[in-house]
């Protein structure tokens, strides 16, 4: 074996390393095994591929093409066990990754051409092959911000699911064009001006790519941007709406004590003319009434409003709500703010519980104040089923409208720099919140 033969080949093949570099970057922080499995796998993929390639390429007299496009196949699969993101994405990025450093091999070969004149190996000779991963580690720092800020910020964009898709073929097709254009010899390269116009021009291939990845990531963000906004109003108008039930709970609870005073008038009437049959009469109704009439909940009569409201809501699907609130007659926040949280949590709480049977049908209701400051809301129901959350802990549904309330509570809580946590163990579904009374 030619130990100077295998350096050259070691040397060549070593453009794996950029070119897994250019392809980690981007979903490093998605990735779906441990951080030293990773890296594990990752050398003992690249030592396989540059010693034994090396080796193997020497002792044949082969073109490290001949390992390298094989060891890309066993590297892809690696590459989709590791990383937890789309297979369009995954695609596009170990695409774009094949292509800059195929750009690099390309170039390469351009310019070192008068270099390479009488080499009769399939290889590079050893100063070409570290000027050619010279220039592939140079395109990775040209594309490092894109690589680590850019793409990732837009992998993580859920709307743009489908764009990936469309735009996979894209570093695919130029990946094949760019080690299409590589010349079979250097001979061919010094012919004419075809040597310093490609040296030029072929700059043209990932300066591009760079220019509309940037433009690819301006309008994403700007459509970011916009959809944030609506969902803002979304919010908002969800928040009006429950503030229009805190207000009409608040009437109906002014009104039933307004009446109560008058029925004690009638009352205390019939009590002096002594018409006790007509008494009876008078109050057989209101006694069927006062079965289902207001009980007092807690000390703020906004909160208790929406408490006796979603009771008696609970009560009409037999779920049954467990109470627990101490709060005084002030709140450290806006009851309109208050209401709104409470009444998207009980709602979804109350929603979740229909769908249980038997002793499972019921929800627990915590809230309380620490330091006169900090308001603590807990609720939990059980649940049936498997319930996934996303990275910013929301639950994950694909039915139209679902999780809005959720959102319009974190929201909320987001206001009063507050925290909301979300679990789900033991098939318990557990809401806590913590909110600061405003400066």
Not at 306 to 312: C, K, L, Q, S
Not at 414 to 419: A, F, L, Q
Request: a neutral charge.
């Amino acid at each position: 074996m030619n130990a100077s033969l295998t350096l050259r080949y070691f040397i060549e093949l070593s453009m794996i390393l950029p070119a897994a570099a250019i392809a980690i970057m981007p979903v490093y922080y998605s990735r779906k095994v441990s951080k030293t499995f990773l890296f594990v796998l990752l050398t003992e993929i690249l030592t396989a591929v540059t010693a034994g390639g090396a080796v193997l390429c020497s002792m044949l007299e082969i073109s490290s093409n001949t390992i390298a496009f094989p060891s890309m196949i066993i590297s892809f699969i690696a590459y989709d066990f590791c990383f937890d993101v789309s297979l369009a994405k995954k695609i596009f990025c170990f695409a774009n990754a094949t292509m800059l450093c195929g750009f690099s091999t390309t170039y390469t070969t351009f310019l070192t051409a008068p270099a390479e004149i009488g080499n009769t190996s399939a290889v590079f000779r050893a100063s070409s092959g570290l000027i050619c991963l010279g220039v592939a580690i140079l395109i990775g720092l040209i594309f490092s911000k894109t690589l680590i800020v850019r793409f990732p910020d837009l992998l993580e964009k859920e709307a743009l699911d489908f764009s990936w898709k469309m735009l996979t073929p894209a570093p695919i097709v130029t990946a094949l064009a760019v080690i299409w254009m590589k010349p079979v010899s250097a001979e061919n390269v010094m012919t004419g001006r075809l040597r310093p116009i490609c040296l030029v021009v072929l700059w043209a291939i990932p300066l591009v790519a760079l220019f509309l990845y940037i433009i690819f990531w301006w309008i994403a963000r700007k459509m970011t941007e916009t959809a944030q906004l609506q969902q803002s109003y979304d919010l908002l108008q969800m928040e009006e709406k429950q503030y229009q039930k805190t207000l009409r709970y608040l009437h109906e609870t002014s009104n039933a004590r307004h009446d109560f005073r008058q029925h004690i008038h009638v009352i205390e009437e019939y009590l002096k003319a002594g018409e006790y049959d007509r008494l009876k009469e008078y109050i057989a109704p209101i006694s069927d009434s006062v079965d289902r009439s207001h009980k007092v909940i807690c000390k703020n009569q906004a909160l208790d409003a929406i408490a006796n409201h979603y009771d008696e809501v609970a009560r009409s699907q037999n779920v049954t709500i467990y109470w627990n609130i101490k709060v005084a007659e002030m709140l450290p926040i806006k009851e309109s703010d208050m209401c709104a949280v409470m009444g998207n949590l009980i709602e979804n709480a109350i929603k979740a519980a229909t769908f249980l049977t038997g002793d499972d049908r019921l929800v627990n209701v915590r809230v309380g104040i620490l330091q006169e400051e900090t308001l603590v809301i807990s609720i939990d129901n059980p649940y049936r089923g498997i319930l996934t959350l996303d990275k910013k802990g929301l639950p994950i549904t694909n039915k139209p409208n679902h999780g809005i309330g959720l959102r319009s509570v974190k929201n909320i809580v987001d206001r009063y720099k507050g925290s909301m946590e979300i679990e789900t163990h033991n098939q318990i579904f557990n809401v806590s919140i913590l909110m600061y009374a405003p400066d």
